[in-house]
């Protein structure tokens, strides 16, 4: 089996005049996910490096796919789910109206 070695650029950034709200944000994120404030950085600069890559996706009705939008659609669901709902023993009911048959 051959092994393709790719080489490694080791890059110095500083980042001056970083809010210390923003880095203690930073920090605990890290701390959650059980990684290093350099780690956390580093993904976060490799998401924003590969979203031009994401192929964008579309609804039905062509609308583009995002996060939000997928939150604004469950929470619409949720909303129908109240004024639909059949109560419970209604669906009692036909149950037993399925077994006669």
Same mark, same amino acid.
């Given at each position: 089996?051959?092994? &393709? !070695? ?7 950034? @500083? !980042? ?6 923003? !880095? %203690?944000?930073?920090? $605990?994120?890290?701390? #959650? ?13 490799? $998401? %924003? ?9 579309? $609804? ?8 939000? #939008? ?9 909303? !129908? &789910?109240?004024?639909?709902? @059949? =109560?419970?023993?209604? @669906?009692? =009911?036909?149950?037993? =109206?399925?077994? &006669?048959?």
């Amino acid at each position: 089996m051959i092994k &393709r !070695l790719s080489r490694v650029k080791v890059m110095t950034i @500083i !980042l001056e005049n970083l809010d210390p709200e923003i !880095l %203690e944000k930073l920090q $605990n994120q890290a701390i #959650s996910h059980g990684r290093t404030l350099i780690e956390k950085i580093e993904i976060i600069l490799i $998401n %924003e490096a590969q979203k031009d890559k994401i192929e964008t996706r579309y $609804n039905a009705w062509g609308k583009t796919l995002n996060q939000k #939008s997928i939150e604004d659609t469950i929470n619409e669901m949720k909303k !129908l &789910r109240k004024n639909v709902a @059949i =109560d419970r023993s209604e @669906i009692l =009911d036909t149950k037993e =109206d399925g077994r &006669r048959f």
